[in-house]
């Protein structure tokens, strides 16, 4: 059974970076079956698609993040991670990673396997 | 790239059916059958129980279905459960390799 956990600080100060892993176990990380994302949710508010990566390292993010985001990948531990620049108290969420599968000519389909969350709040 | 359009509440009795409305664009809903729902209770983490527009994963009960027509897709729970309250988001590909969800649907069940 696949497994996905979020790993990371609860606390970031504002202006500073964002950053979190995810950690894959039961399955492979590097299937040109799937992608694997990040999305967030905000208190009180909806989902929200933060970014991908291919087993390629191929990335693609969220237009309205795209200058702060950047997405990786390390095959030897098994895991991917998020960084995401200049915080903001607007940025305060619960973050998810999740695995996609990947559909024709490779386009990210849907979530299948979501990790269980975890809140980072931005505050001074 | 804007949110997917969801009502942000519906609500039915036990047995009864509700439909959930997901409007888009022609980039996103209307252009792709990459159309998925979740189910997500408060604190735990988003369940995918349609994908494909209108495929259930093993494990998701035949009550909920999918559908799409032109840029408005849709998730229909029947014989509704108490269990089954909860917020649901759709999810489209929206070319580009780019993703977009909903704003989300509360379901009450009476």
């Known amino acids: 059974q696949l497994q996905l956990q979020e790993s990371g600080p609860g606390l970031v100060k504002p202006s500073e970076t964002l950053s979190l892993t995810c950690t894959v176990s039961?399955?492979?990380?590097?299937?040109?079956?799937?992608?694997w994302g990040w999305i967030r949710q905000p208190p009180g508010k909806g989902l929200e698609w933060i970014g991908t990566i291919y087993y390629s390292e191929s990335t693609y993010y969220n237009p309205s993040l795209k200058s702060r985001v950047n997405i990786s990948l390390d095959t030897s531990k098994s895991q991917f991670s998020l960084k995401l620049s200049s915080v903001t108290a607007a940025d305060t969420a619960v973050y998810y990673c999740?695995?996609?599968?990947?559909?024709?000519?490779?386009?990210?389909?849907?979530?299948?396997?979501w990790g269980q969350g975890t809140l980072v709040t931005v505050s001074s | 790239q804007s949110a997917l359009t969801q009502p942000r509440s519906v609500s039915g009795s036990p047995g009864q059916s509700v439909t959930i409305s997901c409007t888009g664009t022609?980039?996103?809903?209307?252009?792709?059958?990459?159309v998925s729902w979740y189910q997500h209770h408060p604190g735990k983490a988003p369940q995918l129980i349609i994908y494909d527009v209108s495929q259930r994963p093993s494990g998701v009960p035949h009550r909920f279905s999918g559908s799409k027509s032109g840029n408005t897709a849709s998730l229909t729970i029947s014989g509704l459960q108490a269990e089954d309250e909860a917020d649901y988001y759709c999810c489209s590909y929206a070319g580009s390799y780019t993703l977009v969800f909903g704003g989300g649907t509360k379901l009450t069940v009476l």
């Open positions: 999740a695995r996609l599968m990947a559909g024709r000519a490779a386009r990210p389909k849907n979530f299948d396997y």
């Open positions: 039961g399955g492979s990380i590097t299937s040109s079956s799937y992608y």
């Open positions: 022609s980039g996103d809903v209307a252009g792709y059958i990459y």
